[in-house]
């Protein structure tokens, strides 16, 4: 566990990421506290769920908007007004909801709400990248993202559930709203670590809006995490169902524990790990892996069987997801990291929709057991596509780029002016290849820079 000591123990690492775990975990609430809310407001399942699916769809396209202008103008100028639309679209929703408002209101403002989410996440992603010289160092990193996705997925229905049987659920989603506004704001405003703001054409690099989503491997990855979506929500709602057919729903939220956990495992073991494959190979691996493990909840009749294959599948999603980002940050330029991670955010959460969605209809018409037939296709698709395509993950050959870099990535010291910028690593176990470069920085551009050859 020596590589999470060390990683964790990056200069100024704990600054940036102790707010944003105060902003993660109620993001995590919103997403099922809005489902929960418009329910209580409408006495509708109907309303809620479209209230949900709106809200994922709208993140997932406002995600990688949010991503590009961040890449261009820098985090804090981004999140501080994204982090005020989103309070005053969750006020909005909250007034609406207390009022009992048309459940077309309530969607209409749900959009909103996800269309203005804070793409915190993404944007630690993108501080580890900026930082962290070594390739190995950055696959822990990544490994350390994805544990804590997990534990905030796990705590926040726990937090979500109790302040709403205590109080109600406008209770629990205004918790939530304060906490996404103290956390996104103190985040925003530690400015350690934060990528350089290339601004305007440096960012885009003659990019077309949407131009990431194009890029070369970029799409690959996207439909992959589209599947990964698909078995977060066909679980929800298999579990879910199934527990309650079982006469013991209770028992769905220790399942779900079990998954988490699992995962959390999973991800601590992985990012431990030293490879000797590529994460082209690991990815095709993990997602036959997880097509084979989730099949397991097809033979599910007993709760016994159900914690099992939890842990059978929890244990492959994290090292799955890992790998993703690692790939795609050898995929994109150094100034378009942040919208190539809000794009495979984006297609966790359409892939989640679609994957409650169809689980849903499946249960209605086939009882609960269905729910679990749509996740084992969707990853095996994935796995061939990337298998077929393989040959696009491999990382952009290195390029000569110079930058100017932010004071905080080099210790909170002004830089003298435009120096050389360190070359962006590629894929774990595949460094880009070697092409003419600037004098780059020492590994991890933390604390000490080494001045250009030519100065």
Do not use: C
Not at 22 to 44: D, K, N, Y
Not at 285 to 300: C, E, I, P, V
Request: no cysteine; proline share 7%.
């Amino acid at each position: 566990m020596k590589s999470y000591l060390h990683v964790l123990a990056t200069p100024g690492a704990w600054r940036f990421l102790a707010p944003a775990l105060v902003a993660r975990l109620p993001f995590a609430m919103t997403q099922m506290g809005i489902l929960l809310l418009v329910e209580w407001s409408t006495g509708s399942y109907g309303a809620a769920g479209i209230a949900a699916a709106a809200a994922a769809v709208s993140q997932a396209v406002g995600g990688p908007l949010s991503g590009r202008l961040a890449d261009r103008h820098g985090q804090a100028r981004v999140l501080l007004p994204q982090v005020a639309g989103h309070a005053l679209a969750l006020g909005t929703l909250l007034a609406l909801a207390a009022a009992h408002a048309a459940p077309w209101s309530l969607v209409l403002v749900s959009a909103l709400a996800g269309f203005s989410a804070p793409q915190v996440g993404a944007m630690v992603r993108a501080r580890w990248a900026y930082r962290l010289g070594s390739p190995g160092r950055l696959n822990t990193a990544f490994a350390v993202e994805s544990i804590t996705d997990e534990l905030t997925f796990t705590l926040a229905p726990v937090l979500l559930v109790g302040l709403s049987t205590a109080y109600s659920p406008v209770a629990a989603l205004t918790a939530g709203l304060v906490l996404i506004v103290l956390g996104t704001v103190t985040f925003a405003a530690v400015r350690t670590g934060a990528p350089a703001p290339l601004g305007g054409d440096a960012a885009a690099g003659g990019r077309k809006p949407g131009g990431v989503a194009r890029m070369r491997g970029v799409p690959v990855l996207a439909v992959a995490f589209l599947a990964m979506g698909s078995v977060f929500g066909s679980l929800q709602v298999g579990v879910t169902s199934l527990t309650a057919g079982l006469g013991e729903p209770a028992t769905a939220g220790p399942v779900y524990a079990v998954f988490s956990g699992a995962s959390m495992l999973g991800g601590l073991l992985y990012g431990a790990a030293h490879w000797r494959s590529g994460p082209r190979h690991r990815l095709v691996a993990g997602l036959a892996l997880l097509a084979a493990a989730t099949s397991a909840f097809t033979l599910a009749g007993s709760i016994p069987i159900l914690y099992v294959a939890a842990a059978l599948a929890g244990l492959v999603i994290a090292p799955v997801l890992i790998t993703g980002y690692t790939l795609i940050d050898g995929l994109v330029p150094a100034g378009a990291r942040t919208e190539a991670f809000t794009w495979l955010n984006g297609a966790v959460g359409l892939g989640l929709a679609a994957g409650a969605s169809m689980a849903g209809q499946l249960v209605d018409h086939f009882g609960p057991s269905a729910a679990f037939v749509v996740a084992p296709p969707a990853t095996a698709a994935a796995a061939a596509l990337v298998l077929a395509r393989r040959h696009t993950l491999r990382p952009l050959p290195a390029a000569p780029v110079v930058e100017q870099l932010s004071a905080e990535a080099v210790g909170d010291r002004p830089s003298a002016g435009p120096v050389a910028a360190r070359r962006s690593t590629g894929a774990v176990g595949e460094p880009r290849s070697t092409g003419p470069v600037v004098e780059p920085l020492s590994a991890g551009a933390v604390g000490d820079v080494r001045e250009p050859a030519s100065a």
